[in-house]
């Protein structure tokens, strides 16, 4: 038999319907109607509920293993944290426990030499605990909202500072809330005094850098300034009691071809994290009067009279 006479279709025993194509087409088209037909009439909504009645405990067996070793791990890191955190606590009670030891002698010695001297007592600082609610809405300053006002005698100019260091001054009193402006707020400034060198400087907010930090400004490119030195008020403002920490040196920046250095801080108190403030009495509030000078007239008469006598 010549090759192109044989039969090159497959017997009969091999063949399986329609073509693949055919298939192709037919099934497509049938997952093209469904998909409509669900989106449309959501056809196939009871059908997927029941899949997923009847596949959730299969499911929820299988998760078990994920949710386990997520559990480990957020113990194991919580575990972690908590001992980190402890061994920070412990660490500043120890500093604090060495600190209160010389508080005592330091006091009766400050005590005898203001004696001494006959310097007057040096004036208390009353103060009230507040709570943060919130930060304010604009978001080109940095505010907190405090939940203390005029009812609870809220004054503004008055200095919030939370467990470790200046956190800032009120600057708007309401009725019930008050605003305060922190340290870091580019419109802030406050008078501080370097406690290694004992030099006086102002310090004023720099919101940008660091993610939020102080900077000294107009201090000469030679002066004693060190990385970690501590800054606390100064209390020459009249505001803010003195002896107050603010922040720590963390950078200085000395460039030749500027006369001034750029000192970088980091402040003490927890400016984007505190939940609980103590709002101080400003100390002008505190401090007598300026009496009233003399009309030089009367002070010639009573001068006068005094002659006479």
Sequence with gaps: MP?????????????QGPSA?????????????????????????PLRAAVG??????????????????????????????QQSEESARGKLARQSLRANQVEPLL??????????????RLTTQAQTAEVLYDAADPYTRKVIIDKG???GIEEGSPVIDESGVLGQVT???????????????????????????ARSVAYGDPVAHGG???????????????????TTSGVDGVYPPGLPVAKVEQVERRADSGFAR??????????????VMVLKAVSAQIPQRPTPEDPAQAAASARKGGRK
């Design 3 to 15: 090759l192109g006479t044989l039969d090159r279709t497959p017997p009969p025993f091999f063949k």
């Design 21 to 45: 194509l055919s298939k192709l087409m037919v099934f497509s088209a049938l997952a093209l109607f469904l998909m409509v037909a669900d989106t449309r009439f959501k056809l196939t909504g």
């Design 53 to 82: 009645t009847v596949l959730y405990p299969v499911q929820w067996l299988a998760l078990r293993p994920v949710l386990l070793a997520r559990l480990g791990s957020d113990y194991f890191e919580a575990l972690q944290s908590a």
């Design 108 to 121: 009766l010695e400050n005590e005898r030499l203001r004696k001494l001297l006959q310097l007057r007592v």
């Design 150 to 152: 005029l009812v609870q």
């Design 172 to 198: 708007r009193v309401y009725p019930l809330v008050s605003e305060v402006t922190l340290v870091i707020d580019r419109d802030h400034a406050i008078p501080v005094l370097n406690t290694r060198t004992g």
């Design 213 to 231: 930090s102080l900077e000294l400004r107009f201090m000469a490119g030679n002066a004693d300034v060190q990385v970690g030195d501590l800054l």
């Design 263 to 276: 000192i970088h801080c980091l402040p003490q108190a927890q400016v984007s994290g505190t939940t609980q």
